[in-house]
């Protein structure tokens, strides 16, 4: 019952670090690895005490290895432990993609159904902080191209936590992506045990005209540009995707079905990234009912400009997708 | 510090356990790795039965039959493309192994992993095999933590060529390896090339020894065309793996007696060179000793090299006779499902 269900308000960071404690509790074979996660407690505080409270056999830092981060957890993940990995950034995944992509994810497949590699991978994105381009970059498109990999992504504390539960669970490997900027945002989070399935995309919002689909952050600023554009008249539809593998396209063709219109907002680039693989999709079996060309908000095909103000110019945001939305409708 | 194995005396047979019993079980295992690989090579260059890379192990054959042998049947391997040996060495069933090679859904991995994979088969241990050179390295860290955070008795043995040593996944790998102090055997197979490169154009160290030392890591230097050695210097490795969880290192000095791939006929090595090798064969050799020391007889060998040629036969007439998996079916084999 809605009722009784207790909330409070918790950070993402927070939502995070209970989502890996309570399943720390709950199966004695869940294992963090990474840098910097345990004496320094994590560059963003989500493994914050759990060296304390688990001790360093279950809370392991590690060297600067990225390779060995990823393919350790593979290693562990093969004999029956559940290794939630961190690296630090999404720029570090390159050094680690041949264990990532080329062992974890094609090992089911490839034993023939003899092996699986229940881990995760959580990292985040740092664009909008000022880190320069190569402690940046959101690239979630990369990893939609790897069969045998789950993509996760989470917008709010409620999801950061709910999301990474299921992840540690699911018996595949799981990259979890996380954002930067949202760590220290806050959100209501039920004091009870939760989980969030994989594949199902949220409804943030409803509406009439335009179907909006954000990633990550940009999910805030799709909220936002949907509170704004009502103001003009225009009724938007805001979606959450959650996970874009699997993938819960059914749930954007509905709203597409309605809206007729399609803007999909995400941090990534524009080229050959998420939007456009949700449009070239959603072409495919619903054409007929768009009245508009699908549009992207997305980032130029640029490595990202240090400069703050630059920056600023760089990132997708609520008022371009108003300004997309405005001249898709036509007012 | 360094060791180097020398020659096994017969005193070290009943210090190691190597019964006649046993002898006579690594050789047929020896002549069952060199005989499947030339009915591979058969089956790819004169009938054309076989499509792909196939990379044999033919002259490295005491490594891993040497290894698996001193191994207990419970320890895991992590292994290689060139990993036909090591899976027939860890007892996977040379039938399923051949289907594999034929790509049916009769083989381990259903067809869908394929030579460079055949060393996949958990149910005896054989549990990983890599196509991406230095990749296991990490891998096998991993799977040694897991046996020693479960407080497993059993040990991790991992297998890579000399080309691995210059890849970043090594260097991580041993690294975490020796600082983490996990109970894995390392077992770099010295065979002089990766590809055609030889060794002294691609390792700037003295020896590949000496760079795994410089991870503060035991490490032991042994004739890989030397089952016995291989034997022993496992026993003691493995020892101490489970006793302490120290690590081991082997330098296994051999060289394959073919080119990198079946398609390869290795010509970019000096002939010289070639014979050099070929006269220590590995299984001659062994049965040469096997012979001086009174274990077996000439007719004993033969009769051993006749009944694995017929279960090489039988495993080719079981891998023709299988289907592949039906296309629409592939899709399962993506995801695990919940438990």
């Known amino acids: 019952m809605q009722e009784t269900i207790k909330l409070r308000e918790l950070s993402y960071a ?13 199966d004695p074979n869940v294992i963090l690895l990474g840098e910097e996660i345990g004496v320094f407690n994590g560059v963003y505080k989500a ?13 392991k830092d590690t060297p600067i290895s990225e390779i060995v981060i990823a393919g350790a957890a593979v ?3 093969l004999v029956g432990l559940k290794p939630v990995a961190e690296i630090m950034y999404m720029d570090f995944l390159p050094i680690c993609m041949d264990q990532l992509c080329t062992q974890a994810a094609k090992m089911r497949f ?38 045998g990999l789950k993509v996760v992504t989470a917008a709010t504390p409620y999801d950061a936590k709910g999301l990474l539960k299921t992840a540690i669970r699911d018996n595949n490997p799981v990259l979890f992506l996380e954002c930067g900027l949202l760590y220290r945002t806050k959100g209501p989070v039920p004091e009870e045990e939760y989980t969030i399935p994989f594949g199902k ?22 909220i936002t540009a949907a509170t704004k554009l009502e103001e003009k008249g225009i009724s938007a539809e805001v979606i959450d995707v959650r996970t874009l593998q699997p993938l819960d396209i059914e749930t954007i063709i509905e709203s597409v079905k309605r809206t007729s ?33 699908i549009q992207r908000v997305a980032c130029a095909l640029t490595p990202i400009p240090f400069s703050p103000p630059l920056e600023h110019l760089y990132m997708p945001n609520a008022d ?12 | 510090m360094t060791t180097t194995i020398q020659e096994v005396s017969q005193k070290d047979f009943s210090n190691y356990g190597l019964t006649a019993e046993k002898l006579t079980y690594m050789l047929r295992k020896m002549v069952l790795l060199r005989k499947f690989e030339e009915k591979i090579e058969e089956l790819f260059l004169v009938k054309g039965a076989l499509i792909g890379p196939s990379h044999l192990y033919l002259g490295q054959e005491a490594i891993a039959v040497g290894a698996m042998t001193a191994l207990d049947p419970n320890d895991l391997t992590v292994t290689t493309y060139r990993g036909h040996g090591h899976a027939l060495a860890k007892d996977v069933p040379p039938n399923l192994c051949m289907a594999e090679l034929f790509g ?6 259903k067809g869908l992993g394929g030579s460079m994979h055949v060393a996949i088969y958990p149910k005896t241990g054989s549990l990983y095999a890599t196509a991406i050179v230095g990749s296991g390295i990490p891998i096998a860290a991993g799977v040694g933590f897991g046996l020693k955070h479960k407080k497993s008795q059993n040990i991790v043995a991992t297998f890579f060529g000399d080309g691995a040593v210059n890849t970043g996944a090594f260097h991580e790998g041993m690294n975490l390896i020796a600082l983490w102090k996990l109970p894995v055997l390392l077992y770099c197979e010295n065979n002089q090339y990766a590809m055609s490169t030889p060794v002294s154009k691609a390792v700037s160290s003295r020896s590949i020894a000496e760079r795994a030392r410089a991870y503060n890591m035991e490490t032991v230097v042994v004739n890989g065309n030397d089952v016995l050695s291989v034997y022993v210097a496992t026993k003691d490795a493995a020892k101490r793996a489970r006793t302490s969880s120290q690590p081991t290192f082997f330098e296994c000095i051999t060289y394959k007696m073919k080119g990198h791939g079946v398609y390869d006929k290795g010509e970019y090595r000096p002939r010289e060179e070639v014979e050099k090798w070929l006269a220590k064969d590995p299984i001659k050799t062994f049965e040469k000793r096997l012979i001086d020391e009174k274990v077996l007889t000439e007719n004993t060998i033969q009769e051993i090299k006749q009944s694995v040629q017929k279960e090489i036969e039988d495993a080719v007439k079981f891998a023709t006779e299988g289907t592949a998996l039906p296309f629409d079916e592939i899709l399962n084999y993506v995801y695990a499902g919940d438990d």
């Not at chain 1, 493994?47 to 809370?59: A, K, N, Q, S, Y």
């Not at chain 1, 995309?201 to 799709?222: H, L, M, P, Y």
């Open chain 1, 14 to 26: 927070d939502a995070l670090r209970e989502a890996l404690r309570e399943e720390m509790l709950r």
């Open chain 1, 47 to 59: 493994t914050r005490g759990l060296l304390d409270e688990f001790g360093p056999e279950r809370v």
């Open chain 1, 75 to 77: 290693g562990m993940a």
């Open chain 1, 110 to 147: 490839m034993s023939g159904g003899q092996l699986k590699v229940p881990m995760v991978l959580r990292t985040q994105y740092s664009l909008g902080r000022q880190h320069g381009s190569q402690h940046s970059q959101f690239t979630p498109a990369w990893f939609m191209q790897v069969p």
């Open chain 1, 201 to 222: 995309a949220e409804i943030k919002r409803k509406g009439e005209d335009v179907t909006i689909v954000g990633i990550s952050r940009v999910v805030g600023e799709a």
């Open chain 1, 261 to 293: 219109r399609l803007i999909i907002a995400c941090d990534d680039i524009r080229t050959g990234g998420v939007g456009a693989e949700i449009s070239a999709t959603v072409q495919e079996s619903a054409f007929g009912y768009l009245d508009a060309p």
């Open chain 1, 320 to 331: 371009r997708i108003i300004e997309t939305a405005t001249n898709m409708i036509g007012k």
């Open chain 2, 104 to 109: 049916k859904s009769t083989g381990n991995c």
